[in-house]
């Protein structure tokens, strides 16, 4: 079964701060691994696409990393607007339905001024 | 990105009610449409992959009886909660993978529907 675990489940950082969100996952046969942002009430944002082992993405402050068994999400001097809930999924080549995404339980991240 | 929207944003009901919440996809087609459901400070839990032209495929636990989709168009998949109850309150977000530039995996989601039930 895929497991998709974050940590730390919250984190607060002062604004210029920099630090990095854990994605821990387990699955079958990786054919993507997602981060989406997500604010209070609201869907949530596509960020990126990692499919391999050593890529990276960058956007903004954000730069996202990947291994065989974790992802990171690494926010480089962030500012208050980065506050967000942060969530990582992965998709499955092996399972029925390989679009469907197995999200973990989210970062919620506070940017203070 | 693919923008889809999701209405209503929020509804309050009466419990015994029946509530429908449509997910459009508004400037590309969607064959497959997801349907998830979150509780407060939780993650997307999926309930069901809805298919245009065909049944929705349920996970395990969700309630097809309870829980109505429908996939009518490529652009429009509606999810009705019948006979609704106080613990059927939730949020509840649609989303929809684009195809039309070949796949790239990523889902675009709705802005989601906060359903109450009194």
């Known amino acids: 079964e895929d497991q998709v675990t974050q940590s730390p489940e919250a984190l607060r950082l002062q604004e210029g701060e920099s630090s990095s969100l854990n994605c821990s996952y387990t699955v079958s046969g990786l054919r993507g691994l997602f981060w989406y942002r997500q604010d209070p009430g609201k869907g949530p944002e596509f960020l990126f696409t990692?499919?391999?082992a050593g890529e990276e993405k960058e956007k903004e402050r954000l730069k996202a990393t990947l291994t065989k068994k974790e992802s990171f999400l690494h926010i480089t001097a962030p500012k208050p607007e980065d506050s967000a809930t942060y969530l990582c999924a992965v998709q499955d080549w092996i399972i029925q339905g390989a679009q469907k995404l197995v999200f973990g339980q989210g970062t919620r991240l506070t940017i203070n001024p | 990105g693919a923008v889809v929207s999701q209405h209503p944003s929020w509804v309050i009901c009466k419990s015994g009610t029946s509530v429908k919440i449509e997910c459009r996809s508004l400037?590309?087609?969607?064959?497959?449409m997801f349907w998830y459901r979150q509780f407060p400070k939780q993650s997307l839990m999926l309930m069901a992959t809805?298919?245009?032209?065909?049944?929705?495929?349920?996970e395990q636990g969700v309630e097809k009886d309870k829980f109505l989709i429908n996939h009518a168009s490529l652009t429009l998949s509606t999810l009705t909660v019948t006979s609704a109850h106080p613990e059927d309150s939730s949020f509840y977000i649609c989303?929809?993978?684009?195809f039309g530039l070949g796949f790239t995996g990523e889902l675009f989601f709705g802005e989601g529907s906060r359903l109450t039930v009194l």
């Open positions: 400037d590309f087609q969607a064959t497959t």
């Open positions: 990692l499919y391999s």
């Open positions: 989303s929809a993978a684009l």
């Open positions: 809805s298919n245009e032209g065909s049944k929705a495929t349920y």
